[in-house]
């Protein structure tokens, strides 16, 4: 093996993992020390490792977690620095993106989050976003510790994606985190979810908006609709919220279960989640080169792929797979597989 010409010896398949395994033990040892906890290089560290296995579980039938434990540690302990118990705002939701600062509420002191520990939290955010998704899961950091952004006050297009990521943790949290029990609780928390989506679209700013929308041409073969947007913090918070409104629309706890109305109530609802799947995978496949918005197409279709019955949808569905098998080298093997055993029981 060699890197740009120079021969690395003693090499093999195998090496990458034998590396990733001593880091990994490696931080697992420093995370029983609180010193080493509060080091912000340690958790970007973690936040890599985590983003590894969580990629590796993601696309596979393996449900493996062996460093999330650990990570969390890390990530949940830096962000009690900046947020308790001296009870301090994590005031991420700023006008601008940058610079980052934990303000104070009960005295004047202000303590700044670092560029890096900003960056992680963000990552690590998606990650379990990801990873809650595809297992349907409650959301396993301090959501409301860290006072993450949830406002409509005018800003700039990172802090409004960020905002519609948080929105989605939100959802999931609603979805799978059993904090209300009751029917009526739930209704009401799934309003204010809705009201926050419906604030979105009047509040929208006109730099989120498509310069270019075309419905597939289904003569011509075209699944997807073709929808170009200016950079990508629009195409992942776009994305995001598209993900909220899946799962807004399948736990809508106002959809009768059972009684007169129930089938065309539940039709209704899968054809609303095949709407926003190949919405989703229209901008994933309009905006080039977008790896991101690939995968989270890739979550949406293993999530929801079973509500498609049109082969020809189902075959584009296959293809943006084998995009990201070919040009990105990601493993989507399984979930082919199970999406294909699926399709080939409805038929």
């Known amino acids: 093996m060699e890197y740009h010409g120079i021969p690395l010896y003693n090499l093999t398949p195998e090496t990458a993992i034998q590396y990733h395994n001593a880091v990994?033990?490696?931080l697992i040892e420093l995370s029983k020390d609180a010193e080493h906890v509060q080091d912000e290089n340690l958790l970007a560290a973690a936040v890599i490792l985590q983003y590894y296995e969580e990629h590796e579980t993601s696309v596979t039938s393996e449900d493996s977690e062996t460093f999330l434990h650990t990570f969390q540690i890390y990530m949940n302990g830096q962000v009690n620095t900046?947020?308790?118990?001296?009870?301090?705002?994590?005031?991420?939701?700023?006008?601008?993106?940058?610079?980052?600062?934990?303000?104070?509420?009960?005295?004047?002191?202000?303590?700044?989050?670092?560029p890096l520990q900003h960056a992680s939290f963000r990552v690590a955010l998606r990650q379990e976003i990801t990873a809650a998704f595809m297992k349907q899961r409650p959301i396993r950091l301090h959501l409301h510790a860290a006072s993450w952004p949830r406002s409509f006050v005018e800003a700039d297009d990172t802090v409004w994606a960020n905002r519609l990521i948080v929105f989605c943790a939100d959802v999931l949290q609603f979805c799978f985190g059993g904090d209300v029990t009751f029917s009526n609780g739930k209704v009401e928390r799934w309003n204010e979810l809705k009201d926050f989506e419906k604030s979105w679209e009047a509040h929208e700013p006109v730099s989120f908006l498509s310069i270019h929308h075309k419905d597939p041409d289904h003569t011509k073969g075209e699944v997807f609709p073709q929808i170009w947007l200016l950079a990508e913090c629009q195409i992942s918070g776009l994305l995001y919220l598209d993900l909220a409104r899946i799962l807004l629309t399948a736990y809508d706890p106002t959809v009768p279960r059972l009684g007169p109305g129930v089938a065309a109530a539940h039709r209704g609802m899968s054809a609303k989640i095949r709407d926003v799947v190949l919405l989703i995978c229209g901008i994933a496949l309009s905006n080039k080169p977008s790896e991101s918005a690939l995968l989270i197409a890739q979550m949406a279709i293993a999530v929801c792929g079973e509500h498609f019955t049109d082969r020809a949808q189902q075959v584009g569905m296959l293809s943006l797979f084998q995009k990201l098998e070919i040009e990105y080298a990601r493993p989507t093997g399984a979930i082919v597989r199970d999406l294909e055993r699926a399709w080939s029981c409805d038929s």
């Open 82 to 114: 900046v947020s308790s118990p001296t009870r301090k705002l994590f005031s991420l939701d700023t006008q601008k993106s940058t610079p980052i600062h934990i303000e104070g509420v009960t005295n004047d002191t202000t303590t700044d989050v670092t």
């Open 24 to 26: 990994l033990a490696y």
